[in-house]
């Protein structure tokens, strides 16, 4: 029987599993790369980060592909993860800023604050419908032709070899949430409410037979 993992699992978690985090390139760097590639960060001006977890993808976000005067903001529900991402991004210190948030309970970002939202690893372990709560968030964040960047373990793989790893995931994930940090296959793009997003890049991305899906949304 599957149970929810709550904003408050996920904390504990994530304040006790930090290092741990830092080593998931193996399966997410592929992904990322592609959202990178997909995502036009060259022209923004502010990126907010949903699980911004050790600061990893701003770091290479500010260090190769924004543009010199672009912001940060890294928004995370984990302390422990906030305290590592502020020590990785303190070359960037002055463009960059940290609050810890939970994503369920809405986002401390002004309406039309920023033109880029990102959220890799986070959606696939929000409890219930809270990730239509954020997808809500992103909207009203992002000013019209602003870009979302999504990625997430899916269910929606290709090909045997990672359908049988995504099916696995997911029964590990309905016995022992806890096991795989909360995290469990879903589907990125259904999020998409026709009215609210025009979709630029969708794909699935497998590495070492762990699928990612990857999702560009233009808000409309
Ligand atoms: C699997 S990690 C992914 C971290 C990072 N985005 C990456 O791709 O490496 C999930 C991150 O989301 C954060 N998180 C989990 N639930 C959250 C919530 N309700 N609100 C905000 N952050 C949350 C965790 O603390 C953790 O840093």
Known sequence: MSRDFSPDDARRYYDCHVALQDRQGWYED???AALTAAGDFGTAATVVELGCGTGRFAELLLAR???EEARYVGLDISGAMLD????????FAGRVQLVQADGTRGLPVRTGGADRFVATYVMDLLPGDA???VMAEAHRILPAGGLLSAASLTRASRGLRAGLVARLWAAIH???PGSVGGCRPVRLAPLLRPADWDPVHHDVVTSFSVPSEVLVARRR
């Open 30 to 32: 592929a992904a990322l």
């Open 65 to 67: 592909h924004l543009n």
């Open 84 to 91: 590592r991402a502020a020590q990785r991004l303190a070359p």
């Open 131 to 133: 990730a239509d709560v």
């Open 174 to 176: 309905r016995l022992a």
